[in-house]
């Protein structure tokens, strides 16, 4: 697991869209796990800077985003497929053909996300996944206490995620109480994983995730037994790792790389 510690959110969500770009460039084809949250909006501004000003393409590659909301229609603006669109999709040569979440409005959520992760698989497979990870240790939609075998199902949303989620709806609109979201079974299957954290409020689950067990009351820390995580913190959110790793640098990660000075750490 390697920690890359940047001094702002906007540096760090910057430098994690650099690495899917790097990526892009190097396998135009490939399949892509994609997130969405407030973190991940400056990621894919710069994602979308990156193909109007170098033209960067996606037009081969695959994306998957890990839930969508049950209930919500596509042109809801708080559903996931709007914001996908409006923050990504709309903007880059992506073909819509090959972008996917799963339908909050099918009849049978359960099948539906049966089929959801059959097509994930029918692609070959989720080759870098972006991650964010939920005030409370979720990851996806996948709450604490979701088994780590978990397969792509429907969800019954905590109501602090309910509570954090509200500033994306209209005041005074109810926050959908469930969603479809990839399991964690199918997220450690993704050959990459890419976890970008930002912000004061995510201190705790970060520090939860990554210096205790693994443990499925915080699901974030699971990724801990994946071989192959890259984190994009900055300063706010990885306060206690960095710390830690200035204490006693030998704590079990392969490396924690500060870009911002080792001083300001
Ligand atoms: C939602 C998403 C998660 C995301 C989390 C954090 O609950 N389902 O995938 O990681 O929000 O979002 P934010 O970046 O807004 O804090």
Redesign the pocket.
Known sequence: MQINVYGTAIEAAYAAADLIAERLYISPNIVLGL??????ESLYHHLVERHRRTGLSFRFATTFN??EYIGLAPAHPASYRATMQRLLFDHTDIDPQRTHLPDGMSMNPDQEAVQYEAKIAEAGGIDLQL?????NG????NEPGTSFSSQTHVVTLDRS?QA??ARFFLEGEAVPERAITMGISPILASREILLVVTGAE?RTAFSEAFLGQVNPQCPASVLQLHPNVMIYADRAAAIDVTSLNMASPNVGFDKICSRIGADNV
């Open positions: 997130a969405t949250g407030g973190t991940m890990l839930d991650l964010g990870i939920g005030r979720h990851i996806a939609f995620t954090a989620n995510k």
